[in-house]
């Protein structure tokens, strides 16, 4: 069983940055993609960005240019550095896994971001 811990998450104003952590019990560098969910309260849980096995990257559109994901293998840790937030953005961070064998998704306990002045 893999187990995901998010960190990094509280409050901060409209413009400002936070990183999100996400480490994992084992090696990263094995799962098919790792990334990052987001829930708002009263909506559906939506993709935020990813990073393949091979490192290649991919961000929703309400994200790009703003969010930056990234990993360190050494240290079983995938970030998302987050830029420029908006209110928007405030919702609930999940990172995800998905096992390279049965491409089941693995989830962590999520952690919150609120973004307001």
């Known amino acids: 069983q893999v187990h995901l811990v998010e960190s990094g998450g509280g409050l901060v104003q409209p413009g400002g940055s936070l990183r999100l952590s996400c480490v994992a019990s084992t090696g990263i560098i094995g799962f098919n993609a790792m990334g990052w969910y987001r829930q708002a309260a009263g909506k559906e849980r939506e993709f935020v960005a990813r990073m393949l096995r091979r490192g290649t990257t991919d961000y929703a559109d309400s994200v790009k240019g703003r969010f930056t994901i990234s990993r360190d293998a050494a240290k079983n840790t995938l970030y998302v550095q987050m830029n420029a937030l908006k209110p928007e953005d405030t919702a609930t961070y999940y990172c995800?896994?998905?096992?390279?064998?049965?491409?089941?998704?693995?989830w962590g306990q999520g952690t919150q971001v609120t973004v307001q002045g």
């Open positions: 995800n896994a998905e096992d390279p064998y049965t491409g089941s998704p693995y």
